[in-house]
């Protein structure tokens, strides 16, 4: 008999990726892993994840707002710094650094909206959805990012 | 380039970020609940995940009736995460100082966002400044100073003696230039302590007399220009003022009744804790703006534009606007609380809608923007309520918005002779909607033959007794030195296609400045002839309903550096407004009177253009392409002061009008 914790189980796998993928947008192929178990695990014992209607935009607002938390987070920023120590990250994911370090300049927000854009091919409308938030809310994020980004790619 | 190539270049870029994407991680298999659902059965361990979470010093919280009204968004005490978070007014940012280093908290779409900025060591006190750097006291060390990049910059402001009892009171930098307020142990036996000033570094700003070892100050804090205050507690239990002027040596105490807290605002004002709980504002700003209730439980307060906040002895703290009584509470606790000083947004908020996830009773505020079109290198941008629509990606010389909702542009404006551009690239175009291509105006409007070549310069654009009216001049080529004809100033009507000349302006060494049209047909800016200048002033049909007399004004001005200049009329012909120096003054002709005058600073002597609306102004500045415009709104129950305010869009932008 399937019960909650399998159907979440399953939800989970049927989103991993995406939310992985989704999380190093956001905070780099480092913190990804960390950033989707607690994101996914605050979702799944959040008192309203009951009746939550659309899990899937709930599993990637709670990504978001673990992403914004591990910014601040000094555990895993010394454990980041152990690992680049001793060389255990970083050169496996190289050839992404420079695109890595161009969204970082932009905000947590502007990169949830740019990752959306133009690696899922959402609307703003979709992306309003997806991330409970006014869609005009996503042009101007948008809009913000595309300038920010127009000015790192061409040198300035 | 262009925007295809942008969009093609950014999804190659977010394809390069998520290349390294690692694998998914698996989740625990069986935990202990924290919290039991209704639905889900996790029963959560917890103890490597819930520690972790634990730990996670959050940027975001929720729910305010959490202990301590601090609850981080993915640690066990069983709140959401993808809930919407405390209420935050844009625009308006605190720093709170403790034992975790300094903390910002601001607003990310009208919620509270908290970030850390510096967590090497306990922090006694922080104060953001005009400029984004931070003043900022370790706590029993040195004072010292962050750059807007967070980077040390270099040597501490004041070294503590090793004591530990130096400590930061307030500081500013209005104009650009530093104003900090710090107390030391004095050297002098008798006295208790002294006061010290960044802007009088050689000799004690004050030194308490003997006797003083018996009364209590709080906090001093700047008053203006040349005041400090504090309030006092003598060991009978009688409470007082003890206020200074360092300016001119005299000394001044305010006859506050009995205050729990006097509290400078920086700009003439002060807000006083009075016994039965409530802040009164005296000085430029007067009237109760808060009430606190238990005076005894206020640990301090700090005060700038429109905003208090207040801390209490049990570490929460409120943000209030004093404009309308909105309190916000501080989603962190147990800090010292500073307004940064920057400017604040001044206007009330305005409701928006929550995200559906929130109480559906709820509002966010958030303040308003001044409608207002920029140019530069970033192109042509419309500013207001609903955010920034860029129109062209082209850098242009003149936007200006048209009354039927099209934006009129000019690459290259004015005479071009010993530049590399021609006649033709001063032509008038026209942008439908945003992300369209430019296109000839005059080609739109009337027959190829009726346009006459010349230099053309786009003023302004109004709806003018029921016209749509686009107001430029065109200037011949001044091949013919002090022979030139003077120019023609045309108004071009934008539905009917006629061009009509209404006056005659520059000619061999004579100009004009930017005109501003008026929906009354008022038409204002400056004009120039040799050293000359002074007041351009006409109508669109009619009579000019008033001159330079009426304003206080000269006819012109020879040879001056500092008389009145870049003159200006409101949109809706309401105001006429200029520089005089570096002070801005305003004139209302709804009823024939001077309104208050604001002095703007130092950055107002490198205006090039103004335009104003209402109690807002914006200023274009002298190098264009490395500076950007200045919006300034200016407080009219204060008006003798304004507030610079700055965005990202305005920032990027080299010239702005208001719209």
Redesign the interface.
Known sequence: MM???DD??AL?RRH??E???YA??LVG?TD???V????????????????VSNPRA?LY??VF??A?????????RLRREAAVATGDVVA??E??A???R??QQL?P?QRAV??LT??DDLTPAQIAELL???E??V??QL??A??Q??RI??GH | MDTDDLDTRIRGLVADAVAGTPAAPDLPTSMPAAAPSPRRGWVWAGIGIAAAAALVGALVWTGKDAPDGIVPATSDSGSTTAEPVIAWPEGVSVLVASERGIEQVSSEDGSAVVTRLFDDTPVSRAIMLEDGSIVYQRTGGDIEVLTPALQPAGEPLVTDDGSGTTTLEDADAPNGSLRLVYRTPSTDPASSFQLGAWFQPNEPLYTSPPGSWAVGYRRFSIVDQTSVIAATIDDTGQRSTFGFGFGDGEQTAPGFEAPYLVVGNGAGSYAVLRADGKVEMTGVISGVVADLGDPTLVADIDVRGEWLVAQFTDGSATLVHTADGTEYDMPVANGVVMLSRYALPTTLPTPTTVPTTAPPTTTLPVAGEPAMVTTGLNGVWELGPDGPVQWSTEPMAVAVKAPDGSMIVQRKAGNGEGDNWTIADTLPLRIASPGAEPEDLFEQLMPAADVVPGWYTVHDSATVFGRSLLLLDRQAAQSQGIETPNGALLVLDLEAGSLEQIGSVGGWEEGISRLHLAENGLIVGEWYSGVSRGLFLITVGGDVPLDHTDLGLESQYDDCGDCPRLYAVSRDGSTIAWLDGTTLVRFSLVDSTALPVVDLGGFALDATDLSVAGNVAVFDRRYRDLTPPVLVTIDPNAATSAEQVTSEELGAATRAVLI
């Not at chain 1, 914004?68 to 895993?76: E, I, L, N």
Request: charged share 25%; aromatic share 10%; no cysteine.
């Open positions: 019960t909650a914790v979440d189980v989970y991993a990726a939310l992985t993928r190093t947008a192929p990804a892993p960390d989707v178990t607690d994101g996914v695990l605050a979702a799944f014992r959040s008192p309203a994840w009951p009746t709930y607002r709670a707002t673990a914004m938390s591990a910014k601040r987070s000094d555990v895993r496996a994911h050839s992404s420079d695109a890595q161009a969204l905000s927000q740019v990752y133009y690696w409970d938030v006014g005009g809310t042009r101007k809009a913000r595309r300038e980004l127009r790619l061409d």
